[in-house]
């Protein structure tokens, strides 16, 4: 099944990169493994306003776990190995791999991540983009 491109308004020019970024969100947002939440931070004094993507990520240590930026996209990885010495008599608990991509906005910066109480968190700041207004010259060339 083709999908119809929901960006091709002819006013809406230099946009194709967007609709390549929709596409592959679509296509990532279908395993709901680990859970997390999205939170937005208020600004206080001189700081920005961040936001936090917490993760749900219990059992893992973090030597286990792995934060990057790569290009526009924040890529959080997990690994566990299986532990072969253990005899489990119930196995609900597996060991768990798992890889969760988030695309960034241009200017967004990471500032950094924590893992506290099986939770992780990384936060993430935009700085407030300066409003810029030029005025273009107009060139006659009917002279």
């Known amino acids: ?13 230099g946009f194709d990169e967007i609709e390549r970024a929709l596409d592959r969100v679509a296509k990532a947002a279908t395993d709901g493994y680990p859970p997390y939440n999205i939170e937005r931070i208020a600004r206080c004094e001189n700081e920005p306003e961040k936001l936090r993507i917490t993760l749900a990520v219990a059992g893992f240590t973090r030597d286990q776990l792995e934060v990057t930026l790569e290009e526009s996209q924040l890529v959080i ?27 960034l906005a241009d200017g967004m910066e990471v500032m950094g991540a ?3 109480n099986g939770l992780l968190s990384v936060d993430l700041v935009r700085p407030e983009a300066e409003r810029i207004v030029r005025r273009i010259d107009i060139v006659s060339r009917d002279d």
């Open 1 to 13: 099944m083709s999908r119809v491109p929901s960006l091709s308004s002819p006013f809406l020019l």
């Open 77 to 103: 990885r997990g690994r566990q190995n299986e532990d072969r010495t253990r005899h489990y008599l119930h196995r609900g608990i597996a060991a768990r791999q798992f890889q969760r991509t988030f695309f």
């Open 114 to 116: 924590d893992l506290s």
